[in-house]
């Protein structure tokens, strides 16, 4: 209110009187106009105001204070509680006792709403005390009236009367009522409860402090804050410099610490209580734990059979593990067979020999270890600075960023070991909660990569893989894992109890849950048309095995392979027998050994070797002279071959490798004879061979050296 609206609804007495105890000279023509104007330039003089507060009584002073720190303005209805104890007569004397600093409005709102205020001319000569400086109602006063219906929307205040005061004085009234206070804070985000807390804390923060606490995302919700809500203030009176001090509304902030005590201390919500749970279940799930190891060892198996060269840093080709991609119970999927290439590198499943790699002797028994394999699967990923998360090509890692990938990784392992098992979880509610429990994960995703592959992609990515691929976690509705966090609402996870396990390093028999425990008295079954089927739980040593007497052909609940000239060819060339293939098949075959298998090992075992390729020399050697014949009777093989030796012997002019494959496609099985290098290295390596189980030993031991 002012002073001249307050000064005429007063009658002319009571303004002779003010006039008189200001020391005003009254002339005998003095009218109301006269005696409001002189008022108005006497009375809000500082030395006046301090001279009439000091003739005040203690109580009434306080109650002027207080009137001033409330933004020098209450309704009456208000004022009468607040002052008189709900007892109107006894508020007017109080007034008008204190004629000339408050006054009573009766004209500005109407009868309805009558104010008790001290005008502004005067309001800015009454000190306030530091404690009670920057009340709620103080602070809505200054404040645009669109400004105030804006955030009186945003609470929920559906008001008729919408002037300015009254809508001041409802948004005071509501945020400093607990009800109404608690349902405010229940519409605000967790990240703007987080600010509040920090205002309950330290009382006075900055932008700086809010930024290095919370994040630069904060810091710009609360200046969107400062902006929209008017309940922040400056004690330098500047609240829009840079780095100025802002606190919270002081009686705003003792309601909300009543609030926060009763909450455990904070406004927040506990971390925990950040994690949803989908209201449905998911209507599709997608988990790993039971292929893991079988998947594993298809892989192998695909090494045993054709041995891939090693890439210049490690690995294999692509065109191989495509190969072994046919096969996994997760097809098509981006990674995955290369992460248990750079797995079974690591472990020393596979080792490099030569030019090639290699299957290791004791892969077989050790891919038997479940838990121990589980286990190193697990810390190879969370320690591993060669698998890249950061582009499609997963294998190739840059060393500027491995570190950078191992933090992530500790802070997403971190936080899991927070959150429920075998409990679903939505992956939005988990990437707030992820970004508000670790600060170098808030950071890094507020500083995305240069590379434009942001963090919430890269968690979708290790969630949706790598965690997946281990069993760590299952992932339902897994589509909307390919679409970002705001549009991904259906995308769900939930950590197994095996996950739980290799997260906590507890519970080691959790991590055989799932996954069909080996028998070692499994057998396959070998059929007439010359496939073998092999069951879930056959020991993955002999399942290695099967891969180099047959070829797979596809993997379900049971595996399906297909012996073959070739694949009986492919044995032989390791060094074994027909005796020990057929000792092999007969003793692991669930069923009598069909007689057309018998037959085709004994067709090939006495086909290899009636043609050796001796690279050495340059020469090929058959085991008689009808059959050189029959050689140089073919054109295509005679254009390989050179001059005849000797009946039996004739040099050839093709590369040795291509003269092996020409023979094969016309039926033959040639023998590679080793140099005198490859047999140096050979006797050195540590391969895949087969093994058996001799009658009346439980011991398994090898029969073929690669």
């Not at 254009?639 to 494959?661: C, D, K, Q, W, Y």
Request: one cysteine or more; a neutral charge.
């Amino acid at each position: 209110m002012t002073l001249r609206a307050a000064l005429t609804q007063y009658p002319f007495g009571t303004l002779s009187q003010l006039a008189r105890d200001a020391g005003v000279a009254l002339h005998r023509g003095s009218n109301k106009t006269f005696l409001v104007d002189v008022l108005c330039r006497v009375l809000p003089e500082p030395e006046r105001v301090a001279e009439r507060l000091c003739a005040l009584s203690k109580e009434q002073r306080a109650m002027v204070r207080d009137l001033a720190a409330e933004g020098g303005e209450l309704l009456e209805a208000e004022a009468v509680e607040i002052y008189a104890n709900g007892f109107l007569p006894r508020l007017h004397a109080q007034v008008s006792a204190l004629t000339g600093l408050v006054f009573r409005d009766a004209h500005t709102l109407g009868d309805a709403h009558v104010l008790i205020g001290i005008p502004e001319s005067l309001l800015k000569s009454i000190p306030i005390p530091a404690a009670d400086q920057g009340r709620l109602r103080a602070l809505v006063k200054p404040v645009s009236v669109g400004l105030l219906r804006a955030f009186a929307d945003q609470i929920d205040l559906r008001l008729l009367d919408t002037r300015k005061s009254i809508v001041g004085h409802a948004i005071a009234n509501a945020l400093l009522a607990p009800n109404t206070l608690r349902a405010f804070l229940g519409a605000l985000s967790e990240e703007r409860r987080a600010i509040l807390d920090l205002f309950l804390a330290d009382n006075a923060i900055t932008h700086g402090k809010v930024a290095e606490k919370l994040g630069e995302a904060a810091a710009r919700e609360l200046e969107d804050m400062r902006w929209k809500m008017p309940i922040f203030y400056a004690p330098d009176r500047d609240l829009t410099a840079p780095d100025a001090a802002i606190c919270l509304a002081s009686d705003l902030h003792a309601a909300l610490s009543k609030i926060a005590q009763s909450r455990g201390g904070q406004l927040e919500s506990n971390l925990d209580d950040l994690i949803e749970t989908p209201d449905t279940p998911p209507t599709s799930i997608r988990e790993n734990t039971a292929h893991l190891i079988r998947d594993l060892t298809t892989l192998l198996g695909i090494v045993v059979r054709r041995a891939p060269r090693r890439l210049k840093h490690g690995g294999m080709p692509k065109s191989d593990l495509r190969d072994a991609d046919k096969y996994c119970q997760i097809q098509n999927e981006p990674g995955y067979v290369e992460f248990l290439a750079l797995f079974a590198e690591t472990y020393r499943l596979v080792e490099f020999c030569d030019t090639a790699w290699h299957v290791a002797a004791d892969a077989g028994a050790r891919l038997e270890q479940i838990i121990a394999i589980r286990k190193a699967c697990f810390a190879f990923w969370f320690q591993s600075d060669r698998w890249n998360e950061w582009s499609a090509d997963r294998t190739r890692a840059a060393s500027t960023r491995m570190q950078e990938l191992k933090n992530l990784r500790r802070e997403i392992v971190r936080s899991l070991r927070h959150c429920p098992a075998d409990t679903w979880m939505t992956y939005s509610s988990y990437y707030q909660f992820l970004t508000r429990f670790s600060d170098p994960f808030r950071h890094f995703a507020e500083n995305p990569s240069r590379s434009g592959t942001t963090a919430e992609e890269l968690l979708r990515r290790i969630i949706s893989g790598a965690l997946m691929w281990m069993g760590v976690v299952r992932v339902g509705n897994f589509p909307a894992f390919s679409e970002p966090l705001q549009r991904g609402k259906h995308a769900v996870f939930q950590i197994t109890n095996a996950g739980y396990a290799l997260l906590h390093d507890t519970r080691d028999d959790a991590l055989t849950e799932q996954i069909s425990p080996q028998n070692a008295d499994a057998n396959c079954v070998v059929q007439p048309n010359f496939e073998v089927l092999v069951p879930p739980d056959f020991p993955c040593m002999h399942y290695l095995d099967l891969c180099i007497l047959g070829d797979l052909k596809t993997q379900d609940v049971m595996a399906c392979f297909h012996l073959s000239r070739d694949s009986i060819r492919r044995a032989l060339t390791r060094g074994l027998t027909g005796e020990e293939i057929e000792a092999f098949l007969t003793q692991h075959s669930a069923t009598r050994l069909p007689d057309g298998v018998k037959a085709l090992i004994a067709e090939c075992a006495d086909k290899y070797g009636e043609i050796e390729i001796l690279p050495d020399s340059g020469l090929v050697k058959t085991a008689s002279r009808e059959l050189l014949d029959e050689l140089y009777a073919q054109p295509r093989i005679a254009r390989a071959l050179g001059a005849r030796v000797s009946p039996t012997t004739a040099s050839f002019n093709a590369a040795t490798e291509s003269l092996i494959h020409l023979l094969q496609r016309q039926g033959y099985l040639p023998h590679l004879a080793q140099t005198a290098g490859s047999r140096s290295s050979g006797g050195s390596r540590k391969c895949v061979a087969l093994h058996r189980r001799q009658p009346g030993n439980k011991s398994r031991r090898s029969i073929l050296r690669a």
